[in-house]
């Protein structure tokens, strides 16, 4: 497998594709990985409980029947399983405590293998939640943002996993970039309503981090949605122990899609309501009444700075081309999965394939935010 198909990199991490493993509590060990995740970007380990307190929660969890894990020393177990890891996978070692000091402890451990360290802000369980640990820490942002600054102080690269619709996800979202933290994991569950892709999409227009989204990716349709709201990284929990191949064939779906369209993850027409901010890059000129508007006002645009920034953007490039196109320019033309005899035409007397189309199109999409006029704002 071309492992420069995605280019995939957070701070000293590099990643070779976008699926992960997910932690499990009492599963996701490096015996577990081994056997099931030997193709994916990133293994997740954990979650490990690192001080008294969490590790008497997970006795008491598993006393009534859920799986945990408890070690006498687990930062001597966290150095011996980030190693135990046979793959090329990048790793990950999702840790809970009650208190920082076993976390930055546990930070320098990890950094020291080039691993990154997963703040544990999504257990639910009631034993974890009562000592303030897990989906605790959400209603607690403020100690939430120390948390991730004393842990940042250590140089590791930090993801925070987090669970949606608990607190407002955007704020959220945005809480945690400003404190520092490179990756924002999140549970996308909707209690009675499975996954919220909606959600996923409000998160990626808040946060410019890096997003690994997760709730019941069992097949490539499931986590083809997620990419197309705007994951960099889907995570596989369950789905992988019903079936057990499950994260190589997404690996191998996901690759194909990545060589043959060029944009993995490529944002869904905003003018449908489901696109995020990047969807931008195929936005025709802004004439008419359309969600359009309120994406470029959101970055600060007028339409006449959106539309100059597109046709800036397009000189000199391929998508400067298109005459006969519906606004003259393959700038303003839609994705390469909405059948356009217009854009092809013109993409086919230029030589230009789908997946290079669809990458120009990635690039006018950063440009597009990177030069936004406004930063997107916290809500009130």
């Not at 140089?155 to 996993?161: A, F, I, T």
Request: glycine fraction near 8%; include cysteine.
């Amino acid at each position: 497998m071309n492992n420069e198909l995605f280019h995939l990199e957070v701070g000293y991490t590099k990643m070779d594709n976008p699926i992960a493993l997910a932690p499990m509590g009492g599963i996701t060990d490096s015996f577990f990985a081994n056997e099931h995740a030997k193709d994916a970007g990133l293994v997740i380990l954990g979650g490990y409980n690192l001080d008294e307190k969490t590790k008497d929660a997970a006795i008491s969890i598993i006393a009534r029947g859920r799986e945990e894990f408890v070690e006498n020393d687990p930062f001597e177990h966290i150095a011996n399983e980030i190693k135990a890891i046979e793959s090329k996978s990048a790793v990950a070692v999702n840790v809970r405590s009650t208190s920082i000091e076993p976390l930055v402890k546990a930070a320098k451990i990890i950094k020291e293998a080039n691993a990154i360290l997963e703040l544990d802000a999504h257990c639910r369980q009631k034993e974890i939640t009562d000592i303030g640990a897990g989906q605790a820490l959400l209603n607690n942002i403020p100690k939430l943002k120390e948390w991730i600054g004393k842990i940042k102080e250590t140089g590791v690269v930090l993801s925070v996993k987090t669970r949606a619709n608990v607190v407002d996800d955007e704020i959220l979202a945005q809480e945690i970039e400003d404190a520092g933290a490179d990756i924002l994991h999140v549970d996308a569950m909707k209690e009675g309503a499975g996954t919220d892709l909606k959600q996923i999409m409000r998160i990626r227009d808040a946060t410019r981090m890096f997003l690994i989204c997760n709730n019941s990716v069992t097949d490539f349709i499931t986590a083809k949605e997620m990419f197309s709201r705007g994951a960099d990284m889907v995570s596989v929990a369950r789905g992988v122990i019903d079936t057990p191949g499950l994260i190589s064939q997404l690996v191998s779906n996901v690759s194909t899609l990545q060589e043959n369209v060029g944009w993995y993850n490529a944002a869904k027409h905003v003018c449908r309501g489901e696109g995020d901010l990047r969807g931008l890059a195929y936005c025709c000129l802004p004439v008419k009444p359309c969600p359009l508007h309120g994406k470029l006002d959101t970055l600060g645009y007028t339409t006449q700075e959106f539309a100059d920034i597109k046709r800036d953007f397009a000189k000199g490039t391929i998508l400067e081309y298109g005459d006969s196109t519906c606004f003259g320019s393959l700038v303003w033309c839609c994705k390469i999965s909405k059948p356009c005899f217009l854009r092809d035409g013109v993409l086919d007397t230029l030589g230009l394939s789908d997946a290079d189309y669809m990458n120009l199109k990635k690039e006018l999409a950063d440009h597009v935010l990177k030069n936004a006029k406004k930063p997107i704002r916290l809500k009130n």
